[in-house]
DNA sequence: CCCTGATTCGC
DNA sequence: GCGAATCAGG
């Protein structure tokens, strides 16, 4: 693969929104992180460092599961930074004049809609599941990761564990098993062969 | 362990 | 210019 316009500005784009390199890598396609990262250096847009100088730290880093800031949020408006430059001589030849836009914090999530239901779907609502797989299951819920939506991967256990409706709730976040969403033994429950499945009276 | 970006250097 | 390998962190 080559770098057309088109997947340059995808680059661009994606990398501007705060994207990772290897999730632009992905979505691109036929490149890996590194040639994205590499690209991305190539284009001199890799850090927007206008004021800082000597700050070689990345500062803007991964969007935390912040809470708060109820606020309706109406123009995603990129935070400039506070460049206090104390006493910068020209001694900095920078033809960059590049006033790269730098949204600190994307969250590309638009909002944790919670159903607060009492229709639960996809809960160890199982009533028919092989007691095996459900005391594997629990115990395995006891040391679970606890991550939230935001820190879900593909590679780690996507069940949900506790009730949406409160803030007991989390994915268990425990290494899946390859290629499925969940862990062992959350697979063991979700994919029950087809046993205990009586017909339900209906 | 998973991930992140940064740099180097042979191609 | 390109990107794998490597480095340096979180």
Not at 63 to 68: D, I, L, V
Not at 84 to 92: D, I, L, Q, T, V
Not at 141 to 167: F, N, Q, S, V
Request: glycine share 8%; hydrophobic share 30%.
């Amino acid at each position: 693969m080559s770098w057309t316009e088109e997947r340059v500005e995808l680059l661009k784009k994606m990398w501007g929104e705060g994207q990772s390199a290897s999730q632009i890598a992905k979505e691109l396609g036929g490149v890996t992180r590194n040639a994205v990262i590499g690209k991305v250096h190539r284009l001199g847009l890799s850090n927007r460092s206008g004021g800082g100088g000597t700050t070689v730290k990345p500062a803007a880093k991964e969007a935390e599961p912040k809470q708060a800031a109820p606020k309706p949020a109406k123009k995603p408006e990129p935070k400039p930074e506070p460049a206090p430059a104390a006493a910068e001589p020209a001694a900095k030849p920078e033809p960059v004049a590049d006033p790269a836009p730098r949204p600190s914090n994307v969250t590309p999530i638009r909002k944790t809609i919670v159903p607060a239901g009492q229709p639960l779907p996809p809960q160890p609502s199982a009533n028919e599941i092989s007691p095996e797989a459900l005391a594997k299951q629990s115990e395995v819920e006891r040391h679970a990761k606890r991550l939230t939506l935001m820190e879900l991967t593909e590679r780690t256990c996507k069940w949900p564990i506790g009730d949406p409706a409160t803030d007991d709730f989390y994915f268990c976040g425990l290494p899946v098993q390859q290629g499925k969403p969940y862990c062992e033994a959350h697979v063991g429950v979700a994919f029950q062969p087809m046993s205990s499945r009586r017909d339900r009276k209906r």
